[in-house]
């Protein structure tokens, strides 16, 4: 019984949304439409990505931002074209110098901290593996300084490999797996607000390195304009070039959603849910609670880069001042909690509507805005502020943060509740 | 000697100012980590907060200063710091006791309190926009005073800089901490406090009133925000995105000094201000005098920093990751939640 209800309960979630978008349409016109929904894909994708984190395994990750930066720079990486000027300058030369350093370093350091074995005494060891860990970071940096500003003035930066644009994805996708790794390794046998600490931590410094580091990513300037795994705008005109990203996106989240369903109902999926639910009892029962915390972490991750370069590729440009931690890391969250935290399904009409909602806010945010202005004048002489618009967008923060405290005080389960099937 | 009072000012002094203001943030930290158990996001905003209470009474009030010879702000921080703990215990009520009483994972707080870090900043910039503002230029009477002390050697032609806003700092954190010591060790209620820290139920079976020692927490922690929030805005300036850049170096505080020990806490914000400051001062400089002596075929560079400026957010990060993988109490033995 229980079954039937809540598949009625999708239809008439998922026709109503289909009613919204129907409106949204007409109303805006497709261009703007497909442009939306291309967005509010890739940020299903993402979404997925944090509901098998935070559904099924109980992970409180603030960091979403800092991987979908990851996913973006190494699409940039991996497929822009191929910058002719700094391939012949010296440039390449003198990174490959940094690099050999970078591993020598890497090996004096690891065969100091390994020293022990010839019977140094233990505080030694660690005093000298730190000490060389301090002289080759300064020797290494001091080396990239240079290289870096001779990038930087003459080539500009160093530009991608010209690869496909779904190879950019992918390893996108894989990057921000290996930063999870490492993230997950030393903050998962803790509590989960240590986690939290830490991916918030992590995501201002992948911000941060990319703003600064103009070698890299071009910094403040921006790269634009990406390439697109469809034929563009400018070839095919917008309707159409949209209409193909789209699809792409939207089989991708089709594909990623089949493979989570299997997933969540397989053994694997239910040793997950008995982690989250009693880490006790399934520790007893043999289960390997961080090894299996840290492969969900990786996998979330994993989808947050894929989604991120996504989103970053369909916008044509890599800004790295443009990731705000408010918009994109808490957006998603409403996306989750509100849709239903552990229910893929819930996940996408989470992101869908979230984000539709999200887009339209901004119009209305200022026709409020206005309206207030004009009326505060006329009525009681008020002098608005010259900043209000931008005030305004800000008011759509503490939109964000409401639905989040009242969310989780009186729908936890969300709209759409998680599903445990019970077998027998 | 120059580059030695170079040093002086721009670690010594800069690093105890940034300590200061991280330690008196991370003592709220840890009290609500230790008493509450959650890591309460919205501290960093609870310090924004006050500081702009404390501005707004400064705008209203901007003679009082005058009476007792005290930058303005600074006479008007008792009472945004009653107001900034009369909030939060608001916001414990509205927001964190329902989902305490209703027994949810203490994740699910964490999720709360990261909701309520995006209202109060939403609030303040709708209200005050992201203009950055001075204390000291709505203070009716006084000025920011900086002295600049000479000291007696003859090579000595630099000055030392300190300024009126830290030195009041400086006076407060010695006297908040005092009282806390006293607050912690000598009286009942703070006794209480250290008991529910260390084994909620049995404090709770013990007649202890959990609610006031939960209400107290939210005194302390919501006074000490506003404080360091206004000294803060004080000494630098008052930018409505203050907090989310200082949110990461109070919890490494908090952590490094281990969650639940208040001593820890003051510690641990020593340690990341000192290491902030030491990791981006250009070593280089204290190198100089001895440029002669050093042989011809070392090249000495011209700029000897751990991190670059633009990237000291990553310090803080460092020493948490450093203190999860080496010693997750921290150094004063504190709880691993």
């Known amino acids: 019984m229980t079954s039937l209800t809540s598949v009625k309960r999708e239809i008439v979630l998922f026709s109503g949304l289909g009613l919204f978008l129907a409106l949204i349409f007409f109303q805006m016109g497709t261009a703007f439409s497909l442009r939306m929904l291309i967005e509010a894909a890739c940020y ?24 979908i930066a990851v996913g973006g720079f190494f699409t940039v990486l991996i497929s ?26 890497i090996a004096i350091t690891w065969a100091v901290s390994k020293s022990h074995r010839f019977g140094f005494p233990k505080k030694l060891v660690t005093f000298l593996t730190v000490l060389t860990f301090a002289i080759s970071y ?83 300037l921006t790269v634009s304009p990406l ?66 915390r840290l492969e969900i972490f990786i996998l979330g991750c994993m989808l947050m880069g894929l989604g991120g370069a996504a989103l970053v590729t369909s916008t044509r440009i890599f800004d790295p001042s443009g990731f705000l931690p408010l918009n994109h890391t808490f957006l998603i969250w409403v996306m989750v909690i509100l849709g239903g935290s552990g229910n893929n399904l819930g996940a996408i009409f989470g992101a869908i509507f979230v984000y539709i909602i999200w887009t339209i806010s901004e119009p209305m945010a200022i026709l409020i805005f206005e309206a207030v202005k004009v009326y505060g004048n006329d009525w009681f002489g008020w002098q608005a502020p010259s900043d209000l618009m931008a005030r305004a967008l800000q008011m759509r923060v503490f939109v964000i943060g409401l639905t989040i405290t009242l969310v989780l005080r009186y729908a936890p389960q969300g709209v759409l509740p998680e599903k445990v099937i019970h077998h027998g | 000697m120059n580059e030695l009072i170079f040093f002086f000012n721009k670690v010594i002094v800069a690093g105890s100012v940034i300590g200061s203001i991280y330690a008196m943030g991370a003592i709220g930290v840890t009290l609500v980590f230790a008493i509450l158990r959650f890591a309460h996001f919205a501290h960093a905003d ?60 203490p994740v699910v707080i964490v999720i709360a309190s990261v909701g309520v870090t995006l209202m109060i900043q939403g609030v303040i910039r709708l209200f005050a926009g992201t203009t950055s503002r001075n204390f000291f230029s709505v203070d009716g009477v006084a000025g920011k005073d900086i002295f600049r002390i000479k000291l007696p050697f003859e090579a000595a032609s630099r000055k030392i800089f300190i300024t009126e806003p830290q030195i009041l700092l400086f006076i407060f954190l010695i006297l908040a901490v005092g009282l806390l010591h006293y607050f912690l060790t000598r009286t009942r209620l703070g006794k209480a406090m250290r008991a529910m820290s260390d084994n909620p139920d049995l404090a709770r079976v013990s007649g202890i009133n959990t609610n006031v020692v939960v209400w107290t927490t939210w005194i302390i922690a919501g006074g000490l925000a506003a404080a360091a929030g206004t000294l803060l805005s004080m000494d630098v300036i008052l930018k409505p995105d203050l907090s989310f850049n200082i949110l990461l170096p109070i919890f490494a505080a908090a952590i490094v000094g281990g969650v639940g020990q208040p001593y820890g806490a003051i510690a641990g914000g020593f340690v990341v201000g000192f290491a902030e ?52 109490t921290g150094i004063f033995k504190g709880k691993v939640l």
Do not use: H
């Open chain 1, 80 to 105: 822009f074209p191929v910058n002719d000027k700094f391939w012949n300058s010296d440039g390449p030369a003198e990174l490959g110098v940094v690099g050999l350093y970078l591993l020598a370093g």
């Open chain 2, 277 to 328: 400051t030491l990791s981006v001062f250009n070593w280089a400089i204290l190198l100089r005098p001895f440029r002669d002596s050093i042989p011809e075929w070392i090249e000495l560079p011209s700029k000897i920093a751990f991190v670059p400026t633009e990237y000291k957010i990553i310090v803080p990060f460092v020493l948490l990751i450093a203190i999860l993988v080496w010693k997750p």
């Open chain 2, 46 to 105: 609870l310090m924004t907060l006050g500081a702009f209470f404390s501005y707004i009474l400064v705008v209203a009030f901007p003679e009082l200063g005058g009476f007792v010879g005290l930058p303005t702000g600074f006479v008007v921080l008792p009472v945004a710091m009653v107001l900034t703990a009369i909030f939060a215990i608001g916001l414990d009520k509205t927001f964190y006791k329902p989902l305490r009483d209703k027994n949810v994972k």
């Open chain 1, 227 to 292: 390439p697109w795994p469809v034929p563009t705008p400018n070839d095919i005109g917008f309707v159409a070039a949209r209409a193909g990203y789209l699809t792409v996106t939207a089989i991708i989240v089709v594909v990623i959603l089949f493979f989570l369903q299997r997933a969540y109902n397989a053994p694997w999926g239910r040793m997950m849910r008995a982690i989250r639910d009693n880490e006790v009892s399934s520790s007893a029962m043999g289960k390997d609670v961080n090894k299996r």
């Open chain 1, 138 to 220: 300064l020797v290494v940096i001091s080396a990239l300084e240079p290289a870096a500003d001779k990038i930087e003035s003459g080539a500009g930066f160093i530009g991608g490999l010209g690869l496909p644009v779904f190879a950019g994805w992918i390893i996108g996708a894989l990057g921000a797996g290996v930063v999870a790794y490492y993230v997950g390794r030393i903050c998962l046998g803790l509590r989960s607000d240590y986690l939290a600490i830490a991916t918030l931590g992590i995501a201002e410094i992948i911000k941060a390195v990319f703003k600064n580091a103009d070698w890299l990513t071009q910094g403040t």
């Open chain 1, 44 to 67: 299903a994708i993402i979404a997925l990505g944090l509901t098998i984190q935070w559904g099924y395994a109980g992970l409180f990750n603030t960091g979403i931002m800092g991987f």
